[in-house]
């Protein structure tokens, strides 16, 4: 029986008619959309821990820098110039501000949540670990952490541990206790699993992190767009999301990065933007966090990640953590109803905007493909998690993952999907 009967406490419908690609019906060939008979069915957008839809204020803001002052950065002295210098200056700002950083210095923006974690494992892993060093990481690690750590320990000599997942989605605290010893340089974790919705004990983690002088690096690639958070109350000293999964655009991320650390950092990128002083044989670097914004950076982006913050502040970080949980809950709880289907990761009521399934004897790819002819958008495969897929013993699952303008209609409309599914393949 479902126990996630909670209302909203957004207003979901106002919200949606802030998306107008929400307003889509979809079916049919994409080749040749509004042809077939299957055309006509209301977009289901349940893929939202991949890209999450981008509101008008947003669209709006870019193409407001796009029309009226679009120019490069801290490179000309001119009106333009000087008008886009100041509005990507300022994003630097809003963003330190939405995730209680100390200031612009400790904001980095990169591509995405990948860069930001090659960035800190290249310019302070390959110099700073050695034969001896301990880098901790968890099985449930996405691939944009878990490769490049892998990668960069090989190259450096450096051990890589993986803290175990129990039975029920959680990270073994017992086995992180263990783990984390004098030997730790850095313990880099996932803050809510893309693939289980495990939502792990961040500041905890930290503090043993801590306690042996080691680093922390947080993956809030599925946290920052869905809860409250603050780097301060963390306190970790390395912080990686994506500006396109929380309402922004793409070709954004940011890395969080203490001051102090930072500063002691060599580059990682070389090139225009990032330096104060050239000459044949050496350079010198800008102040924070220029040095380590090397080209032309994401002007449009930054404008437009600038203008999610606002979305998403004004709305409220705790109502949206509310309304995500209770969808996800309510998801979690009617699927559990099938006995063919299983569900990965924690219960209901202690889960991240994201429920991961598979039905039995059916591959995750034809649940997906059955749930799109309800035009019903989920992803299947192993999120860039496959060995935790291994672990789990699945080569792939299906997954829903849920966002501020999602209904419980939209749910039911997923599990209708998936009993279609387990009638035609029973
Ligand atoms: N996960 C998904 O689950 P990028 O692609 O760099 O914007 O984000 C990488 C990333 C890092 N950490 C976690 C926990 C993530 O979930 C992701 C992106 C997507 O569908 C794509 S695999």
Partial sequence: MATHEQTSPLDVEALRAEFPVLERRVGGDVTSPGEGEDDDQPLVYLDNAATSQTPRAVVESMSDYYYSYNANVHRGIHHLSQEASVAY????????????????????????????ENLVAYAWGLSELGPGDKVVLTQMEHHASLVTWQQIAKQTGAEVEYLRVTEDGYLDMDHAREAIDESTEMVSFVHVSNALGTINPAAELADLAHEVGAYVFVDGAQSVPTRPLDV???????????????????????????????????????????????????????????KFEAGTPPIAEAVGLHAACDYL???????????EEMLAGYAYDRLTEFDDVTVYGPPGDDRGALVGFNLDGVHAHDLSSICNDYAVAIRAGDHCTQPLHDTLGAAASARASFYLYNTREEVDALVEAV???RQLFA
């Fill in 313 to 323: 502040d004004d709305i409220g970080l705790e109502r949206v953590q509310d309304h």
């Fill in 89 to 116: 200056e300022e994003a630097h700002d809003r963003v330190a501000e939405f995730i209680g950083a100390e200031g612009r210095e400790e904001i980095v923006f990169v591509k995405n949540a990948t860069e930001a």
């Fill in 232 to 290: 301060g109350e963390i306190d970790c000293d390395f912080l990686a999301f994506s500006g396109h999964k929380m309402c922004g655009p793409t070709g954004i991320g940011v890395l969080y990065g203490k001051e102090a650390i930072l500063e002691e950092m060599d580059p990682y990128l070389y090139g225009g933007e990032m330096i104060r002083s050239v000459d044949y044989e050496d350079s010198t670097w800008e102040e924070l966090p220029w």
């Fill in 419 to 421: 009993d279609d599914a």
